[in-house]
């Protein structure tokens, strides 16, 4: 029986969806989308909801893992607004084309300025805004300027802010996600793996989860709450030279569709935080017709 899961420490499944930002058309709350970029690189796109609604953050997840490279102190942020966008303010299909030529060029530009870090792109309220991290800002502004000039010019006013982040507060306070979103992140890839081995989720079934914890008697007290609620305790172990050695593996039948999985999981990580313990991801079996 063919098995998946989603751990946090278990390798990205990487996925395509070039229809990805109009998703939101039958989204409540975020969709995510990979896409496996250069060797080194992990590509993710999810849309979330913000103070006028709904954006797309697209970023390399892989940089978080060396992040902040202080080879790179200056963040460059460039784009443009269009007129041609949904009630979401996403822009329509053909305006995203030429969008994906602008960022091209923004690409190109930074390139031949000099070293440059292409780190992630937002999309919101009609605007298309690329982050980079750069080693040295000299002639940068007046190459830009000249592109949106020369190839671009029906994008008025085009958006150009160049700053000393050493930090890189843009990308790691900004464009990477927070916990929540990550895990939503990791359940999406999960459900996705499912759909594509021919499950239609329509059926509930068994669902392992894995916790870690500082203590066993953080454990135990945490096993008491779980039980509680209707998980099964299937095993326990202890991991040494782990700061959460505790592990817990838990499992209860309930359906695997975003609502359904959110729910667990996200009640699963609250709750385990309160007990010094973490949420680690669940397991489940496919389920075809």
Known sequence: MATVSAHRTSKWFRLVLSTLLYSILTLTNLSVAYAQGEEGENWATYIAQYDEGPGSVTLNMKL??????????????????????????????????????VDDGVQAVLKLTGQSKHVGSFTYQCER?????????????????ELYKRKHSEYKKPYINIKSDPAWNYYLKFLYPNEETRDY???EQLIQQLK???????????????????????????????????????????????????????????????????????????????????????ETFVLKK
């Open 64 to 101: 978080k893992e060396k992040a902040p490279l202080t080879a790179f102190p200056f963040a460059v942020v460039t784009g443009v607004v269009t007129g041609q966008c949904n009630e979401h303010g996403f822009p329509v299909p053909v305006e995203l084309k030429k969008l994906y030529q």
């Open 129 to 145: 805004l690329n982050y980079f991290y750069v080693r040295d800002t000299t002639n940068v502004r007046s190459k830009l300027l």
């Open 185 to 187: 992140m990791a359940n």
């Open 196 to 282: 594509a081995a021919g499950d239609p989720l329509e059926k509930p079934r068994a669902v392992d989860h894995w916790l870690y914890f500082e203590s066993k008697k953080d454990r135990d007290n945490f096993i008491h709450y779980a039980t509680s609620q209707g998980f099964k305790v299937i095993s326990t172990d202890y991991i040494e030279k782990s700061a959460l050695s505790y592990q817990l593996r838990l499992s209860k039948e309930h359906k695997v569709d975003m609502i359904a999985i959110n729910k667990a999981t996200l009640q699963l990580r609250k709750k385990a935080a309160e007990y010094n313990g973490n949420y680690d991801g669940w």
